[in-house]
T-cell receptor, first 114, second 114 residues
Framework: AQSVTQPDIHITVSEGASLELRCNYS??????LFWYVQSPGQGLQLLLK??????LVQGIKGFEAEFKRSQSSFNLRKPSVHWSDAAEYFC????????????FGTGTQLKVEL | NAGVTQTPKFQVLKTGQSMTLQCAQD?????MYWYRQDPGMGLRLIYY???????DKGEVPNGYNVSRLNKREFSLRLESAAPSQTSVYFC?????????????FGSGTRLTVV
């Protein structure tokens, strides 16, 4: 069965600083990997996804993530954080094939200090 | 605007009461999902429908039932609500059962059972 671990429950960064959110997955084959963001009181919005090809993927809002098969990781990065990036971030893993579902991590709450 | 619409946004129930959470999507997606979100536990899949006319259990189906009314609508029913079902419920849809394209989420229903 697939699983996702987000080891950091809370992270605080200063505005303008760089950001890296960690995600480790468990899946036997090549996974489909996703990062979602959830602002307070809102649903989840897709930031970026990886399922093949270049292991560095670009997403919306200036975010990027790198797939590292050897480390079973898919860490999310941003070079310079803005106050509006404060939110909860979820990593998710899925697999191909009809009827398959996404498995989500427990989330990382990002706080941005001005 | 195209997307996933959930109703109601907020609900308070007494223990033992029943209710149905409604979800509709207008993106012509084949697959639909119900998740619950609890602090520190991320999103957990309750039920899903890979295509119209089919439904399957997810990770935490006990105490819930679903109906895929047509391609657009997927409802979640609590027959006898319990305090343990206090949560935020999210409906999501995807183009097909294959999760490669990710999901589109609704804005959630915050349910409190007292």
């Amino acid at each position: 069965a697939q699983s996702v671990t987000q080891p950091d429950i809370h992270i605080t960064v200063s505005e303008g600083a760089s950001l890296e959110l960690r995600c480790n997955y468990s899946y036997g084959a090549t996974p489909y990997l996703f990062w979602y963001v959830q602002s307070p009181g809102q649903g989840l919005q897709l930031l970026l996804k990886y399922f093949s090809g270049d292991t560095l993927v670009q997403g919306i809002k200036g975010f990027e993530a790198e797939f590292k098969r050897s480390q079973s990781s898919f860490n999310l990065r941003k070079p310079s954080v803005h106050w509006s990036d404060a939110a909860e971030y979820f990593c998710a893993v899925g697999a191909g094939g009809g009827g398959n579902k996404l498995t989500f991590g427990t989330g990382t709450q990002l706080k941005v200090e001005l | 605007n195209a997307g996933v619409t959930q109703t109601p946004k907020f609900q308070v129930l007494k223990t033992g009461q029943s209710m149905t959470l409604q979800c509709a999507q207008d993106m012509n997606h084949n697959s639909m999902y119900w998740y619950r979100q609890d602090p520190g536990m991320g999103l957990r899949l309750i039920y899903y429908s890979a295509s119209e006319g089919t439904t399957d259990k997810g990770e935490v189906p006990n105490g819930y039932n679903v109906s895929r009314l047509n391609k657009r609508e997927f409802s979640l029913r609590l027959e006898s609500a319990a305090p343990s079902q206090t949560s935020v419920y999210f409906c999501a849809s995807s183009v097909q059962g294959d999760s490669v394209l990710g999901y589109t989420f609704g804005s959630g229903t915050r349910l409190t059972v007292v």
